[in-house]
Protein backbone atom coordinates (compact mmCIF):
# COMPACT_ATOMS: atom_id res chain seq x y z
CA UNK A 1 0.00 0.00 0.00
CA UNK A 2 1.26 3.03 -0.66
CA UNK A 3 -0.22 6.52 0.07
CA UNK A 4 1.23 9.92 -1.27
CA UNK A 5 1.26 12.78 1.05
CA UNK A 6 1.57 16.86 0.05
CA UNK A 7 3.31 19.97 1.32
CA UNK A 8 2.03 23.63 0.70
CA UNK A 9 5.31 24.19 -0.89
CA UNK A 10 3.81 21.46 -3.33
CA UNK A 11 6.23 18.35 -2.74
CA UNK A 12 4.70 15.29 -2.89
CA UNK A 13 6.15 12.42 -0.82
CA UNK A 14 5.59 8.74 -1.24
CA UNK A 15 6.09 6.13 1.49
CA UNK A 16 7.55 2.72 0.79
CA UNK A 17 8.51 1.05 3.51
CA UNK A 18 10.95 3.38 5.58
CA UNK A 19 11.95 5.15 2.16
CA UNK A 20 9.89 8.10 0.99
CA UNK A 21 10.11 9.21 -2.59
CA UNK A 22 10.12 12.82 -2.95
CA UNK A 23 9.06 15.11 -5.81
CA UNK A 24 7.15 18.25 -6.87
CA UNK A 25 3.61 18.06 -7.72
CA UNK A 26 1.56 18.01 -11.19
CA UNK A 27 0.39 21.44 -9.71
CA UNK A 28 4.13 22.92 -9.02
CA UNK A 29 5.52 21.42 -12.49
CA UNK A 30 3.01 23.18 -14.30
CA UNK A 31 3.48 26.17 -12.71
CA UNK A 32 7.25 26.34 -12.99
CA UNK A 33 7.07 25.43 -16.97
CA UNK A 34 9.47 24.06 -18.58
CA UNK A 35 12.43 22.55 -16.31
CA UNK A 36 15.61 22.87 -18.06
CA UNK A 37 17.84 21.61 -14.69
CA UNK A 38 17.80 19.90 -11.45
CA UNK A 39 20.04 20.25 -8.91
CA UNK A 40 20.29 16.63 -6.94
CA UNK A 41 20.69 16.55 -3.61
CA UNK A 42 23.74 14.71 -1.81
CA UNK A 43 23.40 11.06 -1.53
CA UNK A 44 23.74 10.55 2.49
CA UNK A 45 22.93 13.88 3.23
CA UNK A 46 20.51 14.38 6.03
CA UNK A 47 17.93 16.97 5.98
CA UNK A 48 15.99 18.34 8.51
CA UNK A 49 12.23 18.83 7.46
CA UNK A 50 11.99 22.18 6.06
CA UNK A 51 15.66 22.01 4.58
CA UNK A 52 16.56 23.12 1.06
CA UNK A 53 17.32 19.57 -0.24
CA UNK A 54 17.25 20.36 -4.44
CA UNK A 55 16.51 23.14 -6.81
CA UNK A 56 14.42 22.84 -10.07
CA UNK A 57 15.27 25.48 -12.80
CA UNK A 58 12.65 26.71 -15.56
CA UNK A 59 13.25 28.84 -18.38
CA UNK A 60 12.64 31.35 -16.09
CA UNK A 61 13.45 30.43 -12.44
CA UNK A 62 14.77 28.64 -10.19
CA UNK A 63 12.64 27.04 -7.38
CA UNK A 64 13.44 25.22 -3.76
CA UNK A 65 12.34 21.99 -2.99
CA UNK A 66 12.30 21.72 0.53
CA UNK A 67 12.44 18.13 2.62
CA UNK A 68 9.22 17.30 3.24
CA UNK A 69 10.23 15.13 6.10
CA UNK A 70 13.53 14.47 8.00
CA UNK A 71 16.12 11.66 7.06
CA UNK A 72 18.76 10.61 4.93
CA UNK A 73 18.92 10.86 1.08
CA UNK A 74 19.69 7.11 -0.04
CA UNK A 75 18.81 7.81 -3.61
CA UNK A 76 18.62 10.58 -6.42
CA UNK A 77 16.82 10.56 -10.01
CA UNK A 78 19.54 10.14 -12.51
CA UNK A 79 17.15 10.16 -15.02
CA UNK A 80 16.18 13.81 -14.73
CA UNK A 81 19.69 14.94 -14.20
CA UNK A 82 19.97 13.75 -17.65
CA UNK A 83 16.43 14.87 -18.89
CA UNK A 84 15.06 17.41 -16.42
CA UNK A 85 11.93 17.48 -18.92
CA UNK A 86 10.60 14.48 -16.47
CA UNK A 87 9.47 16.51 -14.30
CA UNK A 88 6.90 18.28 -16.60
CA UNK A 89 5.93 14.83 -18.44
CA UNK A 90 5.72 12.63 -15.34
CA UNK A 91 6.08 14.46 -11.88
CA UNK A 92 4.69 11.80 -9.90
CA UNK A 93 6.19 9.21 -11.50
CA UNK A 94 9.22 8.87 -13.52
CA UNK A 95 10.24 12.97 -12.29
CA UNK A 96 10.67 11.24 -8.65
CA UNK A 97 13.87 13.70 -7.72
CA UNK A 98 15.09 11.61 -4.57
CA UNK A 99 14.61 9.40 -1.86
CA UNK A 100 14.80 9.52 1.65
CA UNK A 101 15.01 7.11 4.48
CA UNK A 102 12.36 8.53 7.34
CA UNK A 103 13.91 9.65 10.59
CA UNK A 104 10.57 10.20 12.29
CA UNK A 105 7.87 8.50 10.64
CA UNK A 106 5.65 10.22 12.72
CA UNK A 107 6.12 13.81 10.97
CA UNK A 108 4.15 12.06 7.74
CA UNK A 109 1.04 12.86 10.09
CA UNK A 110 1.77 16.85 9.65
CA UNK A 111 1.46 16.71 5.75
CA UNK A 112 -1.57 16.75 3.60
CA UNK A 113 -3.42 13.81 2.32
CA UNK A 114 -4.15 14.30 -1.50
CA UNK A 115 -7.78 15.16 -0.56
CA UNK A 116 -6.32 17.86 1.60
CA UNK A 117 -4.05 19.13 -0.85
CA UNK A 118 -6.66 18.50 -3.89
CA UNK A 119 -8.57 21.60 -1.57
CA UNK A 120 -5.92 23.74 -0.91
CA UNK A 121 -5.11 23.69 -4.18
CA UNK A 122 -8.46 25.39 -5.17
CA UNK A 123 -7.67 28.07 -2.50
CA UNK A 124 -4.78 29.22 -4.17
CA UNK A 125 -7.21 29.65 -7.84
CA UNK B 1 -6.18 37.91 -10.98
CA UNK B 2 -5.37 41.90 -11.95
CA UNK B 3 -5.97 44.50 -9.84
CA UNK B 4 -7.36 47.59 -10.58
CA UNK B 5 -4.30 49.80 -11.27
CA UNK B 6 -2.82 46.81 -13.77
CA UNK B 7 -3.36 47.98 -16.79
CA UNK B 8 -4.38 46.00 -20.27
CA UNK B 9 -3.30 46.50 -23.93
CA UNK B 10 -5.28 45.99 -26.71
CA UNK B 11 -4.91 42.26 -27.21
CA UNK B 12 -5.40 41.07 -23.39
CA UNK B 13 -9.00 39.82 -23.83
CA UNK B 14 -7.31 37.58 -27.52
CA UNK B 15 -4.13 36.47 -24.88
CA UNK B 16 -6.77 35.40 -22.16
CA UNK B 17 -9.09 33.68 -24.94
CA UNK B 18 -5.95 31.68 -26.17
CA UNK B 19 -5.11 30.74 -22.87
CA UNK B 20 -2.42 32.65 -22.08
CA UNK B 21 -0.81 32.27 -18.51
CA UNK B 22 -0.92 36.30 -17.49
CA UNK B 23 1.77 38.36 -15.67
CA UNK B 24 2.43 41.84 -14.74
CA UNK B 25 5.19 43.55 -16.11
CA UNK B 26 5.82 46.88 -16.29
CA UNK B 27 2.44 47.75 -14.90
CA UNK B 28 0.56 45.68 -17.77
CA UNK B 29 -1.38 42.25 -17.12
CA UNK B 30 0.57 40.92 -19.94
CA UNK B 31 0.99 36.81 -21.39
CA UNK B 32 3.98 35.43 -20.13
CA UNK B 33 3.57 32.25 -21.94
CA UNK B 34 0.99 30.48 -23.95
CA UNK B 35 0.10 26.71 -23.84
CA UNK B 36 2.71 24.93 -25.57
CA UNK B 37 5.41 27.00 -23.06
CA UNK B 38 8.37 29.00 -23.36
CA UNK B 39 11.22 26.53 -25.02
CA UNK B 40 8.27 25.69 -28.34
CA UNK B 41 7.42 29.41 -28.80
CA UNK B 42 10.70 29.80 -28.26
CA UNK B 43 11.97 27.60 -31.02
CA UNK B 44 8.88 28.50 -33.09
CA UNK B 45 9.91 31.94 -33.11
CA UNK B 46 13.40 30.75 -33.99
CA UNK B 47 11.97 28.41 -36.87
CA UNK B 48 8.68 29.80 -38.20
CA UNK B 49 7.03 32.77 -37.39
CA UNK B 50 6.02 34.31 -33.55
CA UNK B 51 3.67 36.77 -32.84
CA UNK B 52 4.61 39.26 -29.94
CA UNK B 53 2.09 41.77 -28.48
CA UNK B 54 4.43 44.82 -27.33
CA UNK B 55 1.85 47.39 -26.95
CA UNK B 56 2.91 48.34 -23.40
CA UNK B 57 5.84 49.99 -25.01
CA UNK B 58 5.36 53.65 -25.18
CA UNK B 59 4.97 54.88 -28.78
CA UNK B 60 5.43 58.77 -29.48
CA UNK B 61 6.18 61.07 -32.39
CA UNK B 62 7.90 63.93 -32.55
CA UNK B 63 7.21 67.05 -34.43
CA UNK B 64 8.76 70.01 -35.91
CA UNK B 65 9.24 72.26 -38.36
CA UNK B 66 11.64 70.66 -40.51
CA UNK B 67 14.47 67.19 -40.03
CA UNK B 68 16.89 69.41 -38.86
CA UNK B 69 15.13 71.13 -36.14
CA UNK B 70 13.84 67.55 -34.66
CA UNK B 71 17.18 65.66 -35.31
CA UNK B 72 18.74 68.72 -33.34
CA UNK B 73 16.08 68.63 -30.56
CA UNK B 74 16.58 64.51 -29.81
CA UNK B 75 20.49 64.81 -30.39
CA UNK B 76 20.52 66.87 -27.40
CA UNK B 77 19.27 63.99 -25.17
CA UNK B 78 20.62 60.82 -27.09
CA UNK B 79 24.08 60.19 -28.33
CA UNK B 80 22.97 59.07 -32.12
CA UNK B 81 23.27 60.92 -35.11
CA UNK B 82 19.63 61.81 -36.23
CA UNK B 83 20.54 64.51 -38.22
CA UNK B 84 22.23 62.04 -40.73
CA UNK B 85 19.40 59.54 -40.30
CA UNK B 86 17.66 58.93 -43.71
CA UNK B 87 13.96 59.34 -44.61
CA UNK B 88 12.64 55.65 -44.46
CA UNK B 89 15.05 54.72 -41.98
CA UNK B 90 15.40 53.93 -38.11
CA UNK B 91 17.93 53.60 -35.09
CA UNK B 92 18.57 52.18 -32.11
CA UNK B 93 19.96 54.92 -29.61
CA UNK B 94 19.48 55.76 -26.03
CA UNK B 95 18.53 58.86 -23.52
CA UNK B 96 21.09 59.68 -21.26
CA UNK B 97 21.44 61.24 -18.29
CA UNK B 98 23.56 64.34 -17.01
CA UNK B 99 26.32 61.86 -16.21
CA UNK B 100 26.13 59.86 -19.87
CA UNK B 101 24.13 57.10 -17.61
CA UNK B 102 21.02 55.12 -19.93
CA UNK B 103 18.16 56.54 -18.77
CA UNK B 104 16.37 54.19 -21.35
CA UNK B 105 17.35 52.45 -24.24
CA UNK B 106 14.37 53.41 -27.81
CA UNK B 107 14.32 53.10 -31.37
CA UNK B 108 13.37 56.11 -33.43
CA UNK B 109 12.08 56.13 -36.68
CA UNK B 110 12.26 58.98 -39.62
CA UNK B 111 9.10 58.41 -41.23
CA UNK B 112 9.59 58.93 -44.97
CA UNK B 113 7.75 61.77 -46.83
CA UNK B 114 7.21 63.51 -43.52
CA UNK B 115 9.79 66.41 -42.66
CA UNK B 116 10.35 67.30 -39.20
CA UNK B 117 8.61 63.95 -37.52
CA UNK B 118 10.25 61.15 -35.37
CA UNK B 119 8.71 58.22 -34.49
CA UNK B 120 9.70 56.92 -30.87
CA UNK B 121 9.19 53.58 -29.26
CA UNK B 122 10.32 53.76 -25.65
CA UNK B 123 10.28 50.93 -23.02
CA UNK B 124 6.91 50.71 -21.10
CA UNK B 125 8.49 51.14 -17.64
CA UNK B 126 10.43 53.93 -18.41
CA UNK B 127 7.77 55.97 -20.77
CA UNK B 128 6.63 58.20 -17.75
CA UNK B 129 10.12 59.47 -17.25
CA UNK B 130 11.31 59.15 -20.59
CA UNK B 131 8.00 61.50 -22.43
CA UNK B 132 8.78 64.09 -19.29
CA UNK B 133 12.67 64.56 -19.81
CA UNK B 134 11.65 64.97 -23.76
CA UNK B 135 9.34 67.45 -22.89
CA UNK B 136 11.18 69.45 -20.58
CA UNK B 137 13.95 69.92 -22.81
CA UNK B 138 12.39 70.31 -26.38
CA UNK B 139 12.56 73.77 -27.75
CA UNK B 140 9.20 75.60 -28.32
CA UNK B 141 9.15 74.91 -31.84
CA UNK B 142 9.03 70.97 -31.53
CA UNK B 143 5.98 68.82 -29.70
CA UNK B 144 6.39 65.42 -28.33
CA UNK B 145 2.61 63.45 -29.14
CA UNK B 146 1.89 60.72 -27.32
CA UNK B 147 0.36 57.56 -29.37
CA UNK B 148 -1.25 56.27 -27.21
CA UNK B 149 -4.23 54.92 -29.82
CA UNK B 150 -1.89 53.23 -31.20
CA UNK B 151 -0.99 49.21 -30.24
CA UNK B 152 2.43 47.57 -31.72
CA UNK B 153 2.77 44.06 -32.50
CA UNK B 154 6.43 42.32 -33.20
CA UNK B 155 6.22 39.39 -36.13
CA UNK B 156 9.45 37.77 -35.96
CA UNK B 157 10.96 34.69 -37.43
CA UNK B 158 12.08 32.97 -40.95
CA UNK B 159 8.29 33.08 -41.75
CA UNK B 160 7.61 36.58 -40.64
CA UNK B 161 8.07 38.12 -44.33
CA UNK B 162 5.94 35.33 -46.00
CA UNK B 163 2.94 35.32 -43.72
CA UNK B 164 2.54 39.29 -43.58
CA UNK B 165 2.79 39.31 -47.61
CA UNK B 166 0.09 36.96 -47.73
CA UNK B 167 -2.11 40.12 -45.99
CA UNK B 168 -0.77 42.54 -47.70
CA UNK B 169 1.01 41.03 -50.97
CA UNK B 170 1.67 44.75 -52.52
CA UNK B 171 3.01 46.18 -49.75
CA UNK B 172 6.94 46.03 -50.48
CA UNK B 173 7.64 44.21 -47.27
CA UNK B 174 9.92 41.84 -48.83
CA UNK B 175 12.32 44.69 -50.18
CA UNK B 176 12.35 46.32 -47.27
CA UNK B 177 15.99 46.19 -45.59
CA UNK B 178 16.78 45.94 -41.82
CA UNK B 179 16.29 48.89 -39.72
CA UNK B 180 13.87 50.44 -42.75
CA UNK B 181 10.91 51.56 -41.80
CA UNK B 182 7.66 53.28 -43.88
CA UNK B 183 3.81 52.94 -43.55
CA UNK B 184 2.25 50.40 -45.11
CA UNK B 185 -1.65 49.86 -46.39
CA UNK B 186 -3.67 47.17 -44.81
CA UNK B 187 -6.72 47.83 -46.24
CA UNK B 188 -9.18 49.30 -43.69
CA UNK B 189 -6.06 51.03 -41.78
CA UNK B 190 -2.04 52.33 -42.87
CA UNK B 191 0.50 50.69 -40.22
CA UNK B 192 3.82 52.35 -40.05
CA UNK B 193 6.05 49.09 -40.38
CA UNK B 194 9.67 48.71 -39.17
CA UNK B 195 11.77 45.17 -40.28
CA UNK B 196 13.32 45.00 -36.83
CA UNK B 197 12.23 43.47 -33.71
CA UNK B 198 14.42 41.90 -30.40
CA UNK B 199 14.79 38.23 -31.49
CA UNK B 200 17.84 38.40 -33.32
CA UNK B 201 15.66 37.09 -36.16
CA UNK B 202 14.53 38.65 -39.29
CA UNK B 203 11.10 40.13 -39.06
CA UNK B 204 8.58 43.54 -38.45
CA UNK B 205 7.67 45.62 -35.77
CA UNK B 206 4.11 46.81 -36.98
CA UNK B 207 2.18 49.89 -35.27
CA UNK B 208 -1.18 49.92 -36.13
CA UNK B 209 -4.43 51.52 -34.34
CA UNK B 210 -5.73 50.28 -31.14
CA UNK B 211 -8.93 49.01 -32.37
CA UNK B 212 -7.55 46.97 -35.09
CA UNK B 213 -4.89 45.08 -33.69
CA UNK B 214 -7.10 42.22 -32.63
CA UNK B 215 -8.43 41.70 -36.03
CA UNK B 216 -5.26 41.85 -37.64
CA UNK B 217 -3.37 39.71 -34.67
CA UNK B 218 -6.38 36.92 -35.87
CA UNK B 219 -6.03 37.14 -39.55
CA UNK B 220 -1.61 36.89 -38.34
CA UNK B 221 -2.83 33.70 -36.25
CA UNK B 222 -4.63 32.25 -38.66
CA UNK B 223 -1.31 31.35 -40.76
CA UNK B 224 -0.38 27.76 -39.69
CA UNK B 225 3.35 29.38 -39.82
CA UNK B 226 2.27 32.19 -37.02
CA UNK B 227 1.97 31.46 -32.95
CA UNK B 228 1.89 33.76 -30.18
CA UNK B 229 4.83 34.19 -28.13
CA UNK B 230 5.01 35.39 -24.59
CA UNK B 231 7.24 37.42 -22.62
CA UNK B 232 8.73 34.73 -21.42
CA UNK B 233 10.30 33.31 -25.08
CA UNK B 234 10.67 37.09 -26.03
CA UNK B 235 13.19 37.38 -22.79
CA UNK B 236 15.22 34.25 -23.84
CA UNK B 237 15.66 35.20 -27.35
CA UNK B 238 16.57 38.70 -26.97
CA UNK B 239 18.71 37.03 -24.24
CA UNK B 240 20.33 34.71 -26.59
CA UNK B 241 20.91 37.54 -29.56
CA UNK B 242 22.72 39.26 -27.05
CA UNK B 243 20.35 42.47 -27.04
CA UNK B 244 20.14 44.79 -23.51
CA UNK B 245 16.85 44.89 -21.37
CA UNK B 246 16.44 47.96 -19.47
CA UNK B 247 16.91 47.00 -16.00
CA UNK B 248 18.80 44.44 -16.79
CA UNK B 249 21.79 45.23 -18.97
CA UNK B 250 21.14 48.72 -18.93
CA UNK B 251 20.44 51.52 -16.08
CA UNK B 252 21.22 55.21 -15.11
CA UNK B 253 24.50 54.01 -13.49
CA UNK B 254 25.54 51.99 -17.04
CA UNK B 255 27.07 54.13 -20.09
CA UNK B 256 26.68 53.56 -23.67
CA UNK B 257 30.61 52.24 -24.08
CA UNK B 258 30.60 50.18 -21.22
CA UNK B 259 26.78 48.49 -22.89
CA UNK B 260 28.90 47.45 -25.67
CA UNK B 261 26.80 50.00 -27.42
CA UNK B 262 29.55 52.58 -29.41
CA UNK B 263 28.37 50.92 -32.40
CA UNK B 264 25.11 53.06 -31.93
CA UNK B 265 27.45 56.27 -31.83
CA UNK B 266 27.94 57.45 -35.01
CA UNK B 267 30.93 58.98 -35.88
CA UNK B 268 29.99 62.87 -35.86
CA UNK B 269 28.62 62.27 -32.97
CA UNK B 270 31.89 60.80 -31.17
CA UNK B 271 33.50 63.86 -32.63
CA UNK B 272 31.50 66.80 -31.88
CA UNK B 273 29.53 65.32 -28.59
CA UNK B 274 27.33 67.77 -27.26
CA UNK B 275 25.12 64.97 -25.59
CA UNK B 276 24.30 64.46 -21.70
CA UNK B 277 27.58 63.01 -20.08
CA UNK B 278 29.67 63.09 -23.52
CA UNK B 279 32.62 64.19 -21.88
CA UNK B 280 32.35 60.37 -19.78
CA UNK B 281 31.41 58.69 -22.75
CA UNK B 282 33.84 60.41 -25.51
CA UNK B 283 37.04 58.87 -23.04
CA UNK B 284 36.45 56.00 -22.76
CA UNK B 285 35.53 55.51 -26.24
CA UNK B 286 38.74 56.27 -27.11
CA UNK B 287 40.93 54.26 -23.83
CA UNK B 288 38.48 51.46 -22.88
CA UNK B 289 35.94 51.37 -20.65
CA UNK B 290 36.64 50.12 -16.92
CA UNK B 291 33.69 47.42 -16.99
CA UNK B 292 32.27 45.81 -19.91
CA UNK B 293 28.92 44.15 -20.60
CA UNK B 294 30.10 40.37 -22.16
CA UNK B 295 28.22 37.18 -22.77
CA UNK B 296 29.20 34.33 -20.50
CA UNK B 297 28.29 30.12 -20.56
CA UNK B 298 28.75 28.34 -17.51
CA UNK B 299 30.22 24.91 -18.34
CA UNK B 300 28.03 22.70 -16.61
CA UNK B 301 23.71 22.62 -17.41
CA UNK B 302 22.87 25.08 -14.38
CA UNK B 303 21.76 28.59 -15.15
CA UNK B 304 23.18 31.65 -13.02
CA UNK B 305 20.73 34.52 -12.66
CA UNK B 306 20.56 37.77 -12.31
CA UNK B 307 22.47 39.43 -9.50
CA UNK B 308 25.11 36.56 -9.07
CA UNK B 309 28.20 37.21 -8.43
CA UNK B 310 30.97 36.94 -10.64
CA UNK B 311 34.51 36.03 -9.25
CA UNK B 312 38.08 35.51 -10.44
CA UNK B 313 40.11 32.17 -9.82
CA UNK B 314 40.92 34.08 -5.98
CA UNK B 315 37.75 34.69 -5.99
CA UNK B 316 37.05 38.19 -5.58
CA UNK B 317 34.35 39.45 -7.15
CA UNK B 318 35.00 41.02 -10.94
CA UNK B 319 31.49 41.49 -11.44
CA UNK B 320 27.58 40.75 -11.67
CA UNK B 321 25.30 38.63 -14.03
CA UNK B 322 22.41 41.20 -15.27
CA UNK B 323 20.82 38.35 -17.16
CA UNK B 324 20.85 34.28 -17.22
CA UNK B 325 18.73 31.45 -18.10
CA UNK B 326 18.83 28.85 -20.00
CA UNK B 327 18.66 29.25 -24.07
CA UNK B 328 16.78 26.91 -25.81
CA UNK B 329 18.33 27.11 -29.20
CA UNK B 330 21.68 27.29 -27.75
CA UNK B 331 20.50 24.00 -25.93
CA UNK B 332 21.97 25.25 -22.33
CA UNK B 333 22.64 27.91 -19.78
CA UNK B 334 23.72 31.16 -20.68
CA UNK B 335 24.22 35.05 -19.29
CA UNK B 336 25.18 38.58 -19.42
CA UNK B 337 26.59 40.49 -17.52
CA UNK B 338 29.40 42.89 -16.67
CA UNK B 339 32.62 42.45 -15.17
CA UNK B 340 36.78 44.37 -15.10
CA UNK B 341 37.71 45.22 -18.55
CA UNK B 342 40.88 43.37 -17.67
CA UNK B 343 38.57 39.87 -18.07
CA UNK B 344 36.07 40.74 -20.71
CA UNK B 345 37.71 38.77 -23.52
CA UNK B 346 36.35 36.15 -24.75
CA UNK B 347 37.09 32.60 -23.54
CA UNK B 348 38.41 34.23 -19.60
CA UNK B 349 37.16 31.67 -17.28
CA UNK B 350 35.10 33.11 -14.04
CA UNK B 351 33.11 31.81 -11.65
CA UNK B 352 29.73 32.67 -11.45
CA UNK B 353 28.28 32.50 -7.68
CA UNK B 354 25.03 29.49 -7.54
CA UNK B 355 23.89 29.15 -4.29
CA UNK B 356 26.80 30.07 -2.63
CA UNK B 357 28.98 27.50 -4.57
CA UNK B 358 31.03 28.86 -7.66
CA UNK B 359 29.93 27.64 -11.10
CA UNK B 360 32.35 27.82 -13.41
CA UNK B 361 31.94 29.70 -16.61
CA UNK B 362 33.64 31.28 -19.52
CA UNK B 363 33.35 34.78 -20.74
CA UNK B 364 31.92 34.02 -24.29
CA UNK B 365 31.32 36.20 -27.41
CA UNK B 366 27.98 37.26 -28.17
CA UNK B 367 25.20 36.87 -29.40
CA UNK B 368 25.09 33.50 -28.35
CA UNK B 369 23.10 32.77 -31.33
CA UNK B 370 23.72 34.59 -34.86
CA UNK B 371 21.88 37.31 -35.69
CA UNK B 372 19.27 36.46 -39.32
CA UNK B 373 18.63 40.11 -40.28
CA UNK B 374 17.93 40.96 -43.55
CA UNK B 375 20.74 43.07 -44.42
CA UNK B 376 20.10 45.67 -47.30
Known amino acids: MTETRYTKDHEY ?62 EVNKEVDAQPGLINEDATGRGWIFKIRLADAGELASLLSEADYAAFLKTLA | MSDSATLCTPLHALHVELGARMGAFAGYDMPIQFASGILAEHLHARSRAGLF ?27 ADFLGLAPGRQRYSQLLNAQGGIVDDLMVARPPGADGRLNLVVNASRKAIDFALLESNLPPSVRLTRLDSLALIALQGPSAVAALERLEPNGG ?131 ARDGAEIVDASGAEIGRVTSGGFGPSVGGPIAMGYVASFAAAPGTPVSLMVRGKPLAARVSPLPFHPHAYRRG
Open chain 2, 173 to 303: LAAMAFMSAQPIPFGRFTAFVSRSGYTGEDGFEISLPADEVEAFARRLLADPDVAPIGLGARDSLRLEAGLCLYGHELDETIDPIEAGLAWSIQKRRRLEGGFPGAARIQAPLADGPARKRVGLKPEGRAP
Open chain 1, 13 to 74: VRVEGDVAVVGVSDHAQEALGDVVFVELPAIGAKLAKGDSAAVVESVKAASDVFAPISGEVV
Open chain 2, 53 to 79: DVSHMGQAELVGPDHATVAAALERLCP
